[in-house]
């Protein structure tokens, strides 16, 4: 079995956030994810650069716990707040995962979602969505 855990990381090549979840998130792989999140976002704002485009790689990922989800659902709302203009592209979801994505994203006011077989598929959309 995979150790859970989400890493987080700004991607320079594509200028993008990169999330990429490993097994199945528990409390506290969604707490050390939101810790991650906050501590990239804060680094950016302060340089004033932008984290409005992001990928998430579920590929590896199994269903979280409710308060796993819970956690994420107040991250994604957290970086909706703070990027109105955001873009979301999820790689590797089964639709079972995309139906709970769709329903967290839409609680937090993300609307600009989509979701791909592969990541080449996710860096061309968000390439040419570049706000």
Known sequence: ??????????DKRNDIVRVK???IPNKKTAKDYDAAANELL???????LPTNRVLYDISEA????QAARRIIADVAKDV??????????????APLQKAVAQVIDWLAG?????????EEEALD?????KN
């Open 1 to 10: 079995m995979v150790e859970p855990k989400i890493e987080v990381s700004w």
């Open 21 to 23: 979840v490993y097994g």
């Open 42 to 48: 804060s680094k950016r704002a302060a340089q004033g």
């Open 62 to 65: 199994g269903r979280p716990d």
């Open 80 to 93: 909706a707040e703070k990027n109105p203009d955001l873009q979301v592209a999820y790689v590797g979801m």
């Open 110 to 118: 993300v609307r600009n979602v989509s979701f791909f077989a592969t």
């Open 125 to 129: 959309w968000l390439k040419k969505d």
